[in-house]
């Protein structure tokens, strides 16, 4: 009997299924969560450390700076990307356009570049940055808040646009149109009929985009260093990154102070923002007809639509192609031994930590999405959420103490490294085959056991080709965000030298354009792994 | 083929009983129908025979063989749902094929089984189609060639024909049952629709509550109800709430509250008792009242219980329903012949009968005769 033969016949055993669910509960209890957080016992046992960074008044000024810079940042993000990401998802769901298939794989674009490029490429096209970038820009002088700012609606937007788009599908035009037929205006019709219906896709937009904001390092140290403030304005993540270059004596305290203030106040949010979001009351029980039917016909309309798509183009997609601007310029002896090694790593982690996200997310997943009424699947849906918000920055340096009694250098950096990756990746993964599976009618899987299959074929043959796209967009996403990831690598550690660490480390030696050089074949290279996985997986698709 | 028999299942979902003290013996090769509101626990009891719900307490046997080890991939239990739940990615010849590709039957064999499974549901040019290019009968056909061809004694039919148009509904209540019984295969057939349930299946058991009110034969449930609730609920009754009066060979007589008197068939109740009667609107009569002219001064009174009032006539094809109010019950109905449409209108004033047999004369129900017939 082979071994898959041998599973199959046990996984019609009750006990054996509850004992697998079991397993990977527990590594994603003791491998993601609980290192994510560990920082937070540091309190207790590095008690000295923690109170005299408490007691240097000059430390913590900085550290509350950081703070309330990363938080003002990520909610003015997170608001101006609801404001223009709701007429946007309209679009992408409600209308029909020549060339609304372009637009939709380029407003993927931006999640799939690295963010340390973002960073050298918003802050040449916006700002004036320091001396030896060679390629002109707006050179508008614009403050480093407002520089962070343009620099986070570009890879939060397409999050927000994302979830909205997918909970206005999931609703019918129907309501809007049975609304106008009783006389509503078009506008009044979405503002008090569709928009309340709305609510869960903007706390799983407002989620994701605040997290992403508040947890990204990589793209805004470079910005900063471009800018030349990176040792004068901070962000909770730049200031870890930034401790962690010097004395660890020194470096300790503060590293665990700013780490659990932004945990705990990340972990607060998504508490409340729940609550929050369903609470609130949004003016939609009042009606005004005549503006409203006046912003429903005429120019409103088609201006909304304008501005969103302009501000699509030159907010988010202009900033981040930019770069591009470098291949203008006369090539560089760039050092391909060095980037082609720091590829191949990135790759490495990237891909060990999206098939441990599958292995141990499917089952988690499945489980939240066939129990979510039940006290247990809430909770590990809330639990799931947790690595996605907390500072990706915090959270390694978390995994960092967590781990640190293994050691470091060599094959253990690599592994802790893959670790932390696996625990920001991992939400994403869930959250996507988790939506897949409660699309899917539970009765497809029941009656497939009542024509005699186990449990295990029941997944096999039938669930999983349904849901297999879902699972391959949720794997590509993981592999993107981690080939990306800077603030959590170098957290973690120092000897693993990822591309976007090798590209932070160009920049911080001045070699801008090298550094633009490897980043536009970094994206070239992840464009075509992308198209690569898309086009095994349509013709998978076919032959089907 | 075997004997299916369930005993006191109990389920509950919260405060809901699903099943309440379910009892429920199929023999080999039985098509039977369970017949109940929306909500009485249909759903429940099938899943539960095939697994798919474990039942609080009671127990289901096989051929005497307890189910509740044996899990649903064993039981050889198949549900033929009113989703059809055709999996998407695969044609018609592959979602057939299912069964045999996972138990790894031998290659050859499967496909003439498969084949001949498709050739039977008259399928067999649509072998290459996937669901989503499938009209709903050649949907629910192909999911019928999926589960015969599954090697599975049982046959669980949810509301199987629920989804389609109603001309089509019609065709295949005769070929389902002539597939499964050709097959040999002992069939549970849920359904709301009384005339499904009364054209299919060699007994009907008529489920409320998560119990088993009656089980019988088509005839014996719609001619003898047990209940008030049956009674209304398997073609519909006029029910009338009175005393019981004298009985003789013919049947008894019911005083109702007004003082007007009817007459059921014969019962066991004693004369003053209280009671309910319900006669099938079908089994309703009624007559003109001539209006005195001067040439018929005195036009021979047809016989009858009580005078009403005809309040509306519905014409609805092969036959007509005609409501009327009277004294002695608000509204009375009663099911015609569609030639009576011209015979009657509105205004007229009728005289009400039926035969005493056709009237069937119950004590009245603990919970009160409203709540007895609500519907669910």
New interface residues.
Partial sequence: MSLFKKINAIS??DKVRKAWFGLAVAVFVCLIIVPSIFVVTKLLTEWGVVSDTLGNSEIMSLIYGAVGNSFSIAFIVTIIDIIVGIPMAWIFVRKNFKGKKYLDTLMDMPLAFPTAVLGISVVIFWGVPADGVTIPGLGLVVSPYMMMIMLHIIFTYPYMVRSLSAILEQIEPNYETAAMTLGASRFTAVRTITLPLFRAGLVTGFILCFARSLSETGGTYIALTLMGDETTFFTGPTFIAFMKEMDPSVALGPMIVISVIMIVLALILLLLVKRIMIRIKLPVTKVWPSIGRKLSNGIAPKLKDIVSIGFLMLVVLLPAFYIFAYLTQPILNVDYGQLLSSTGMSFLVAGVAVVFDIIFGIPVALYIARHRHTKMGQLLDNLVNIPLIIPTTALGFSLALFWGSLGTGGIISVILVILGHTSFTYPLVVRNITGAVEEV?P??E??????????L?AFS??LM??IKSSIIAGAILAFTRSLGETGATIAITSDVNTVPVYITELISSGSYSEAAICSIILILICFVFMFAVRAVTHRGDKS? | MPEIVLKDLTKSYGDTKAADGLSLTVKDGEYICILGPTGAGKTTCLRMICGLTKQDSGEITFDGKPMDKVPISERRTTMLSQVYSLFPPMTVYENVMFSPSIKEWPEEESKQLVKSMIKMVHMDQKVQQYPHELSGGQQQRTALARALASDSKVLLLDEPLRALDARLRLELRKELKSMAKEMGLTSIHVTHDQDEALEMADRIAIIRQGRIVQIGTPMEVFQNPATPFVANFVGRSNIFVGKVGTSDETGTEVILPDGTKVRSRHTDLSEGEDAVVAVKIGSTRIEHIPVPTEEVPNPLMPEGYFEAVIERILYEGATITVEMSSSAIELVTCKLPNRKFDDFSVGDRVMVSWAPDKATLFRIPECGIVEELRLD
């Fill in positions: 019609d055993n009618d009765s497809y029941e009656v497939a056991m009542t024509l005699g299959a186990k449990p074929q043959k039938v080709p349904i089907a």
